[in-house]
């Protein structure tokens, strides 16, 4: 059994469109995190819920926004996509917020063409 | 949110060797410190963690020690394996990462 997991693996698409990445835990855990790994490799937190309630939102543009239907998912929608969005996009969950581990899901490499 | 800093950004050690890799926090109330593993191509996977309320944890070959006046905690890796060649990222509580540590253990 996947305990974190994301859809699609590999996403290719065109400049200009909107797609959206899910992201499903069945770990029971209240907490759900959204990061992108640019090539570089720095793994930079996008956001977090807790409870389905959005408690880290950082710097990051507005065509980016998270939906938490319920703890066990946790969706990311790209409007109007960017060169610049191109990266691996990891979803994680863990327990509690903070203070416990995390469980990454395989990652989605998002290319923009 | 915590501000986290690694260092060094790549470290390139001979096989048996032992690796160290060190992070300084800002906040002086964090309470855990965790550090991950990234093969190549993989998910980051927890290795090894410590709360404040310890110096040191070990776990085999791998260790992490906390030194809470001087905020920071540094990760241990002896008798280094080629296996042990990946991006070990350290992160704060706040589940914000360090910007990553480049391991290549040479055979």
């Known amino acids: 059994d996947t305990a974190v997991s994301q859809t699609p693996k590999y996403l290719v698409t065109q400049m200009g469109n909107d797609k959206s990445i899910k992201c499903e835990q069945n770990l029971g855990h209240d907490t759900m995190y959204w990061y992108k790994q640019d090539s570089k490799k720095f793994l930079k937190i996008m956001f977090s819920y807790n409870n389905k309630e959005l408690i880290i939102n950082e710097t990051v543009p507005n065509r980016f926004s998270p939906k938490s239907p319920d703890k066990a998912h946790l969706n990311l929608h790209i409007n109007s996509l960017e060169l610049g969005d191109s990266a691996v996009y990891f979803c994680?969950?863990?327990?509690?917020?903070?203070?416990?581990?995390?469980?990454f899901g395989q990652g989605t490499r998002l290319t923009v063409v | 949110g915590e501000n986290v800093e690694q260092h060094p950004s790549t470290l390139s050690v001979q096989e048996g060797d032992s690796a160290v890799i060190k992070c300084t926090y800002s906040d002086s109330a964090s309470n855990y410190f965790p550090w991950y593993k990234q093969e190549l191509g993989k998910r980051p996977q927890l290795i090894i963690d410590i709360r404040s309320n310890v110096g040191e944890k070990k776990d085999q070959r791998i260790a992490v020690t906390l030194n809470k006046t001087a905020k920071h905690f540094s990760l241990h890796i002896t008798e280094t394996q080629p296996e042990d060649s990946a991006v070990y990222f350290c992160?704060?509580?706040?589940?914000?990462f360090g910007a990553g540590t480049r391991l290549t253990v040479k055979p």
């Open positions: 992160a704060g509580d706040d589940m914000r």
């Open positions: 994680a969950s863990s327990q509690l917020w903070g203070n416990t581990e995390a469980f």
